[in-house]
């Protein structure tokens, strides 16, 4: 399958990201993994009870398979900053996973994938930033590898969408599989990207407000740049969640079936649902750029009005000084005291005739 760039990450750290503090962790005194290993967190899951924190030597045991999981339907979360050279070795040696999926998690390439082999489900997904500005949008991506009893999900930059499904973990019971983990976080995924949405609805009904109020005083510039933020923004988003939702769509994703309702189904609606949101609002802001453009095809031919009515107007008394002008003989009313007085009235009834002309063929 074929991958989609996505505009890589800035630096800069996210005000919510995916490490959790000590603090965060009502169930434990705190991840007991080690960052120096790129180890983030690790957590065992048991249907219907509250996770368990496991260190880094426990983490590296149920990989191995030194160590079998307490129940059955238990499955471990282990996610890992690949950034470090430890982690990336270490993701690097899971038998367990094929090749590909192994490269998937380490590797480098921003684009977005989503592939399948028996009951293997792996792939790229894009996330967004919390950090964003109103003229920035950052996008990370995180990798992850899910089977029935396992998940491994990996980042090279903070992901609040990762940070926001682990503290949903917490809060409740774990659940049947962890593709329900994959599935929060793409639900996170949408929800950043509705929040966008309404951001962007929200300076579209400003530009509204101003277009309805149209007069003379109307700053067409701030109507433009509203409009054209609304739009570059809306397309940076597009260019985001198009491939996730393609990819949902396509025909040849064939996932096993324990993994279909959680990451096929409810994934591909709410993947979906978010995609008609943002196209709605690129029609909307569309409609407002034409209506924009009408605004101000309207004002220019009313100035164009004003100007050609002024010029029509003034034609006569040009015509007038023009005559009064030549350096001739025997100019009329050259030798009279009162000649610049009646000349200007000569002008001014002139003028009046042309406005009563203008007037009597409707042209004012």
Request: hydrophobic fraction near 45%; aromatic fraction near 16%; proline fraction near 0%.
């Given at each position: 399958m074929a991958s989609v760039p996505l505009r890589p990450a800035r630096s800069r750290m996210s005000p919510m990201p995916d490490t959790i503090a000590p603090t965060d962790v009502p169930y434990a005194d705190g991840p007991l993994a080690d960052p120096a290993d790129g180890l983030v967190w690790a957590v065992s899951c048991t249907p219907g009870r509250r996770p368990v924190q496991l260190s880094s030597r426990q983490a590296a045991q149920r990989l191995d398979g030194e160590a079998a999981p307490e129940a059955d339907g238990a499955w471990t979360w282990l996610h890992y900053d690949v950034v470090h050279t430890a982690s990336r070795a270490r993701v690097e040696s899971i038998a367990r996973l094929s090749e590909e999926a192994r490269a998937t998690l380490t590797g480098t390439d921003r684009g977005t994938r989503l592939e399948a082999e028996d009951d293997l489900v792996y792939g790229a997904l894009p996330a967004f930033d919390d950090s964003m500005s109103d003229d920035d949008t950052n996008v990370s991506a995180w990798r992850f590898a899910v089977l029935p009893d396992l998940l491994i999900t990996t980042r090279r930059h903070p992901v609040p969408a990762?940070?926001?499904?682990?503290?949903?973990?917490?809060?409740?019971e774990a659940p049947r599989t962890p593709a329900e983990i994959v599935d929060r976080t793409l639900l996170e995924f949408a929800d950043s990207v509705r929040r966008n949405i309404a951001m962007l609805d929200d300076q579209l009904d400003r530009a509204e407000d101003l277009l309805l109020t149209l007069?003379?005083?109307?700053?067409f510039g701030r109507i433009s740049g509203l409009i054209g933020k609304v739009r570059r923004r809306s397309t940076e988003l597009r260019r985001v969640i198009s491939p996730v939702d393609r990819i949902f769509h396509s025909e040849d994703l064939e996932l096993p079936e324990w993994a279909e309702d959680d990451i096929r189904d409810r994934s591909q609606r709410q993947i979906h649902a978010a995609l008609d949101d943002l196209l709605a609002l690129q029609d909307r802001a569309r409609s407002l750029q034409d209506e924009l453009a009408s605004g101000q095809a309207e004002e220019t031919n009313r100035r164009l009005y004003t100007v050609s009515v002024v010029t029509t107007l003034m034609l006569p008394a040009t015509f007038v000084t023009g005559f009064f002008g030549m350096n001739t003989g025997g100019m009329f009313l050259a030798s009279g005291a009162m000649g610049t007085v009646e000349a200007g009235g000569v002008c001014f009834l002139f003028m009046v005739?042309?406005?009563?002309?203008?007037?009597?063929a409707k042209l004012l």
């Open positions: 990762l940070g926001a499904a682990y503290r949903w973990l917490q809060r409740d007069d003379q005083h109307t700053d005739i042309t406005w009563l002309l203008l007037k009597f």
